[in-house]
């Protein structure tokens, strides 16, 4: 980075904040929080070697932080895309995929929309809000916020989109309560009926029903408090929740 981002702050270096293979396996990707971009390596099948290619780049400030992939069907690359969430502006993008003679693939933004119903932002409080994962069942999307606050004193969000199935465009459905605070991680069992959302801070694993055909979320059907309460915006607490099916 030749200097620092519009949010000086999260931005003064790179900051890739996950890493992930595209479906093919063939490239490998990592969303750059603090230079705005989805950086983009080749991957040699033989050696396992690592080539960069030209990274994506994300709105300024955006901060792009994890993402996910969808195609209208499944096992294809044909109209593939890769949705990201950024941490910084508090919204998702949609980006359309192409893959090249060369090995790289590369990506065409298309969409940026708000975690938050059109219209809507959050309270404010006294750390940000910061949007935090993405995760795709069938086709609806689904984003977690941490620290919105939206739905009462450390109660926080998930925003559910839909998918078009032809052109794989977002629209937003609705934003429902996360049942817990700093919803730093969830995860959809394979069934896609049952959400698990691990509350980093409030330090709880809450449970929470899926209607695989409308892909709305419903009623908590449990919550398990896992380790000690972390304190308000020091990222300590529960990290990660997984599915093992």
Aim: contains cysteine; charged residues 15%.
């Amino acid at each position: 980075m030749s200097q620092p981002g519009p949010v000086a702050s999260r931005q003064n270096a790179p900051h890739p904040h996950a890493i992930f293979k595209d479906p093919t396996g063939q490239n490998l990707l990592a969303p750059d929080l603090g230079a705005d971009l989805i950086r983009i390596f080749s991957v040699d099948s033989s050696s396992g070697k690592l080539t960069a290619c030209p990274a994506a780049q994300a709105g300024a400030g955006d901060g792009p932080r994890h993402g996910a992939w969808w195609a209208p069907t499944a096992g294809t690359t044909k109209g593939q895309m890769l949705y990201t969430i950024n941490e910084l502006s508090n919204t998702v993008s949609a980006w359309t995929v192409r893959y090249s003679t060369n090995g790289c693939l590369s990506l065409s933004k298309t969409q940026t929309l708000s975690v938050f119903a059109p219209g809507k932002t959050p309270a404010a409080q006294k750390q940000p809000t910061k949007a935090a994962e993405v995760r795709v069942a069938g086709n609806f999307l689904y984003a977690s916020v941490r620290n919105d606050q939206s739905f009462g004193s450390q109660q926080d969000s998930l925003a559910t989109y839909s998918i078009d199935a032809t052109t794989g465009a977002l629209t937003f459905v609705e934003s429902t309560k996360a049942n817990s605070w700093y919803p730093r991680t969830f995860s959809i069992n394979k069934a896609g009926t049952l959400v698990a959302v691990g509350g980093q801070t409030s330090a709880n694993v809450a449970v929470v029903a899926r209607d695989p055909t409308t892909g709305k979320l419903g009623n908590l059907l449990a919550s398990l408090p896992v380790g000690s309460k972390g304190t308000d915006g020091g990222e300590d607490g529960l990290s990660s929740v997984i599915w093992v099916e």
